[in-house]
């Protein structure tokens, strides 16, 4: 199968849609840049909410679910919430069809909506007039609450999973009492949102704040989690904003302070979407196919037996069974692929192109002398095992490849990360990729000329990066600390 | 609070109404029948679509997710389905919006899309034309797919979780090589849904099938569970549909059989959505508040101590911490509330109004004397209980609620269910409410005017019903068996 794929040195971005599609993750459907999220896709998808949906109710959240639908003129309620997000819309106008002897079905033109409403691109709107009526005293405060939802935006070009018109996302929106309490809830989730990433998705990230220009529309300060992937582009896997009042005070939302006065909620919101799987493909995969990391892998550990003939696979499987038992007893989820209409070399290339961690061949030979075959997913090693103590082994591998596969991307970004003082250096260093850590003046103009000259952009500024001041490579100007600029996704 | 609720015998549509937006489970929103899930209604939500989501992947089926908008002409496809689904439908027309100077914002009338797109009321068409791309052999099928998505039915008359205009659900589509194989499917998901309506949601169901005027748009057979509500009516509370080869020649998917011949691709459908909510609580609940079956309470246990200083309380939380432990232990989710702001009064009501099982209470003469007590949400008993073997007790206090919520809605149906031979009876027994078992004679013309006259619809023909013949109630013919009539949801 993976004879089929582009090789990420040819062409990285044809390697990925190749990946994409031909892992059945995902494909387009006959709507303009609307996805399908095929069921090996879904599935690590659902991993990933799994885990993110514990780590945000152990952080004292529950979820909630507000409408679809936002109504046109909410959108403009908020000064600079609209400069964003009132553009590429999907706007519903009517809300009935009537059957037409010509065309089939038509649009009833009687049934014309007052006010046109538009498929929620984001929730704050709504969330925000709703919020309206549940806060009344600091003791309704803070609401903690996230949504699982579908989102649309217009996007005129569309990559799977990376840039869709539909994708699934969560969005947390909490309203509090204090500005300081809106701002540490804003810095907990980007941390929720950096461990997850470093733990279960195995890709290490940078912390930081994005610049004024590139801050979401109608937030005070937006911090985010920037990865870099294989080709030396930047992506954003998730962000969390601190909204100030702006939102309160566009919906009217105040509560009655414990000085007993009237005050605007405080709020903040907060966002990863099935981008995620984008990032988590062109992190860890290869020209052998899917590389995924254990911890999101649909199956850990696919068993393939190489049986010459029903009596052989029945007697493998009489084998391996306490080892089956002993795997799921830890927790592992494993398959045994005893499929007779497929050979052992067909399941072999199948299980390695779609990312499952560790696979385990087992023969007759094998039974004879107490030993198994055992492939790793990210080396492509094999080594043969005993199985005494098969089960602990496995959960030992699992957990170094989970670990091998973060400390990879790591040493990747390392490699790809250079310090940079001149605008020269800086322009020839753009043209290899990964990260440039550089001094800018804190200027959108500086920040513009860069990005019209280069295509970079500043990612962020990062919350632990070196503080050493230093003059901006464009202009001289004084800069407090270097920025990272980065082409991106 | 439950005295602002309205009582059940006074007004049952009101009584419903306050006990949603009362007890926190949901509200209507601006948006015209949309409606917000509240956390304490989406937390029994996500219970429920986790017991769901657990039975249809015991049953081999995985997850995917399909666009949410569906092209106009699709709709058109399937003649039957057309009639159906092709009325009530919010409509995108316009994919952008523009900055006005005198409206705020409005829709760029450049942006029309060439062809309109519909928010999906269901989606058998999108997934069907996805469906011809993976499919071409009989070893390509079964597809066994579900999909968990929000979709709109643009009603007039919208009630909170009974019918709204967005609501949402789960829809499972499946792909068969043989008729035989499909009809099993759908059977197969009915009776995972009535599993889940009697062991989950603790209520009796009936499964059958639907008469053709009540099919599904585009079925050959639906089959469905109905439940009795307290007050009478009937609700239909899943339903699971033989599709044929409807959809498979409406969008062209054909495979190659076992026979190396060409053939269209047999399919089901089936669903269940938040209408669930409406069923669950109009099953349970009652004049003091909400009623959750144990399974799918948010919070099993609240334990409310009674503490009349800090000192106290602390001391309280001390001895009960290992009860606790021992609780959680047994997979029991219980709330120690300390909150000190509230209180046990008034923490009391809240737990009752909002239909926590059990609530525990502890006070200093409780410790001394290695007591404490329980009271159960279903009953509204209250029985002092010795702390020794707590955990053990309340485990089985709450598989005996559990089992109590069903019987009670058994014996509620029961008594509300009569065998009626004349049409004279049953104008006079409908009146009183409940499921009336009567002769048909099969068409469709008596069927509406039962409707006519008494508003009273067949809510579906018994799967394991009577099967003794006799004659239609109305016009004398012969029946083959009884069916069910009833008011409805």
């Not at 037409?100 to 925000?128: C, F, K, Q, Y």
């Not at 070009?157 to 947390?172: C, D, K, N």
């Not at 052998?288 to 068993?303: E, R, T």
Request: hydrophobic letters at 40%.
């Amino acid at each position: 199968m993976a004879d089929l794929l582009t090789k990420r040195a040819d062409d990285y971005a044809q390697w990925y849609n190749d990946l994409v599609l031909k892992a059945d993750l995902a494909e387009h459907s006959d709507v303009r840049g609307c996805m399908v999220i095929k069921p090996h896709g879904y599935s690590i998808w659902e991993k990933m909410q799994g885990a993110l949906d514990r780590m945000f109710k152990d952080t004292g959240h529950v979820n909630a679910y507000f409408p679809l639908f936002i109504p046109k003129s909410y959108l403009a309620k908020e000064a600079s919430h609209v400069e964003g997000f009132a553009k590429e819309c999907a706007v519903v106008t009517h809300y009935r069809l009537k059957s037409d002897p010509v065309h089939g079905v038509v649009v009833d033109p009687d049934a014309r909506l007052e006010e046109e409403l538009i498929v929620r691109p984001t929730s704050e709107t709504i969330i925000w007039n709703t919020y309206r009526g549940w806060v009344k005293s600091y003791r309704d405060l803070p609401l903690l609450i996230n949504q699982w939802a579908n989102v649309v935006r217009w996007e005129m070009r569309t990559r799977l999973f990376l840039r869709t018109a539909e994708f699934l996302w969560q969005e947390g929106h909490t309203a509090h009492a204090t500005k300081a309490e809106a701002i540490e809830e804003s810095e907990r989730m980007l941390d929720v949102y950096a461990t997850f990433a470093e733990e279960w998705l195995a890709i290490p990230v940078i912390k930081g704040i994005k610049t004024a220009s590139e801050r979401f529309a109608g937030a005070e300060e937006t911090y985010c989690i920037e990865a870099m992937m294989q080709d030396g582009k930047a992506l954003q896997a998730g962000t969390s904003h601190f909204l100030g009042q702006n939102f309160a005070k566009a919906f009217d939302v105040v509560f009655t302070n414990r000085e007993n006065k009237q005050e605007h909620v405080w709020a903040s919101s907060w966002g990863v979407s099935t981008r995620l799987m984008g990032a988590l493909i062109m992190t860890h995969s290869d020209d052998q196919g899917l590389v995924v990391p254990p911890k999101l892998a649909p199956v850990q550990v696919a068993v393939v037996p190489i049986a010459k003939n029903a009596e052989q696979m029945e007697a493998i499987r009489v084998y391996f069974a306490p080892i089956m038992a002993d795997l799921r007893g830890r927790g592992i989820t494993v398959k045994f692929d005893d499929d007779d209409q497929k050979k052992p070399g067909w399941k072999f290339a199948e299980y390695e192109f779609k990312g499952y961690p560790v696979r385990i061949a087992i023969g007759p030979r094998d039974m004879e002398n107490g030993t198994v075959e055992v492939a790793r997913r990210d080396t492509l090693e094999k080594q043969v095992m005993q199985t005494v103590d098969l089960g602990e082994k496995v959960e030992h591998l699992l957990t170094a490849i989970q670990s091998n596969l973060y400390q990879k991307a790591l040493a990747l970004r390392e490699r790809y990360t250079r310090v940079v003082d001149s605008y020269d250096e800086f322009k020839e260093a753009i043209e290899e990729g990964g990260f440039i850590l550089a001094h800018w003046d804190g200027t959108a103009a500086t920040e513009e000329k860069v990005k019209q000259d280069t295509k970079a952009t500043i990612r962020c500024i990062p919350l632990n990066g070196d503080r050493s001041p230093g003059r901006c490579m464009v202009t001289g100007a004084p800069s407090n600390q270097r920025v990272i600029f980065a082409r991106a996704y």
